[in-house]
């Protein structure tokens, strides 16, 4: 089956920086189009950014300039660097797998925190 399992988050200074990762198995990771959202206590979940299977990336205007979603094909890897982080960054953070029309599969998140 397929799994999507995330890692890197912790406690972290504001101005800080963290490297999330999510790694796909049971399935061909490279024709996926990958996605970080994340979801603050008592808030929807949001997506963060996007990279599509042939590279190509969009943030939300929040993380902009401050996060970069990249993927490693051969690693089944897609990462997300997160620098500058501010208190509002704090939230889980959730790993996505799409691949239309019916393909879409979650990861269990990982916990960021940002202390002021």
């Known amino acids: 089956q397929v799994q999507l399992v995330e890692s890197g988050g912790d406690l972290v200074q504001a101005g800080g920086s963290l490297r999330l990762s999510c790694v796909v198995s049971?399935?061909?990771?490279?024709?996926?189009?990958m996605a970080w959202y994340r979801q603050a206590p008592g808030k929807l979940r949001e997506l963060v950014a996007t990279?599509?299977?042939?590279?190509?990336?969009t943030y939300a205007d929040s993380v902009k300039g401050r996060f970069t979603i990249s993927r490693v094909n051969t690693k089944n890897t897609v990462y997300l660097q997160m620098n500058d982080l501010k208190p509002e960054d704090t939230a889980v953070y959730y790993c996505n797998a799409v691949k239309q029309p019916s393909r879409d599969f979650w990861g269990q998140g990982t916990q960021v925190t940002v202390s002021s």
């Open positions: 049971g399935t061909i990771f490279s024709i996926y189009n």
């Open positions: 990279i599509t299977s042939g590279g190509t990336t």
